[in-house]
Structure formats: C-alpha cells, structure tokens
C-alpha cells in the first residue's frame, strides 16, 4: 500500500468539492502525498494508506453517492484511517450545535460502526443564491436560512492539519 491520502466528495452544487481540494492541498502542505477524486471516479482503494470523505448535507440527507460508497466499501475502509466531514449548514455559530449533533444520517450507523472513522467534522455550507435553483431558493426563504457562503476555511484547514499530523504518527 502506498503512501497517498485519498481525499475524495460528493457534492451537488460545488462547494463540498471546494472543501476537499482545500483539504487535499494543506495534506501535500504538510508533506503528504493526497489525491482529490470525486467519489463516483474513485476506483481501487488499494493505493490509498487512508481515505477522507466529504458530502454535501441537505436536511440531514447525505448525497447518495457517498451513502453508497460508505456502504459498499465498509470492509475496505474499516482497514485503514478514514475521516469523514459533511458540509451544510448555514448560518452563524458552531456546525455542529446547529446539527443538534446529527453529523450523518442516522441509518448510516451501522456502517460507520464498521468503518470507525477517526472524525466526523461538520463544517458550514455554501447557500449562495446564485448556486441554487429557483426551487431551492424558495426552500432557503420558506425555512428562514441565511442565503450566504458560511464556510470557515480555518476551521477546514485546521481540522485538515489535524489529519495530517495523526497520519504522521501512524
């Protein structure tokens, strides 16, 4: 197995993709070699020491295609470090504490059990106006939430060194 970090996404919009490439270039900062692929591209897990994966969160609904890998592939990452982090909410405060703690779907329990994950981030979205349908746009006012782009990109960057300096132990 090599040494490469896969970092890979799902995202709908574009900004779950933003996350990861942000994550994947402080990784090679700090001296790893990471790969960026979106998770429908990723084929064999074998030259990856360990693997992150980001979606994108609508209403606590994670996007299918990252359900799927999850599912699909418990065996594979239960045999080496895996992260996880969502990104979704909007809004000002902690991502976490606006999720009430639901950092995933609930019916994905079983499989991160298998999994283990290292972390589970939430990190905030991107609900700019111009990046939603007019459908989507009328959802964001129905439900009273904030039309910006939230995302903390120390906070991303942070927990990214954080990863990279756990891999370095390992």
Avoid: C
Wanted: proline share 5%; aromatic share 10%.
């Amino acid at each position: 197995m090599e040494q490469t970090i896969l970092v890979t996404y799902a995202t709908k919009h574009g900004a779950t993709k933003e996350i990861a490439e942000r994550i994947t270039r402080v990784l090679r900062d700090e001296g790893l070699s990471a790969e960026v692929i979106p998770v429908k591209q990723v084929g064999s897990l074998a030259p990856f020491r360990a693997v992150v994966l980001g979606s994108a969160s609508y209403y606590g609904r994670w996007r299918g295609e990252a359900v799927k890998f999850l599912k699909s592939r418990a065996a594979e990452l239960s045999d080496r470090p895996t992260w996880l982090f969502m990104s979704g909410p909007t809004g000002k405060g902690d991502p976490k504490e606006l999720l009430k703690g639901k950092l995933y779907p609930s019916g994905l329990q079983p499989t991160l059990d298998k999994i283990q994950p290292k972390d589970v981030a939430a990190f905030h979205g991107n609900s700019s106006p111009e990046n939603f349908s007019g459908w989507e746009k009328w959802i964001l006012k129905r439900v009273g939430a904030d039309a910006a782009d939230f995302r903390d990109w120390d906070m991303i960057e942070g927990w990214a060194r954080n990863v990279a300096a756990a891999l370095k132990k390992e």
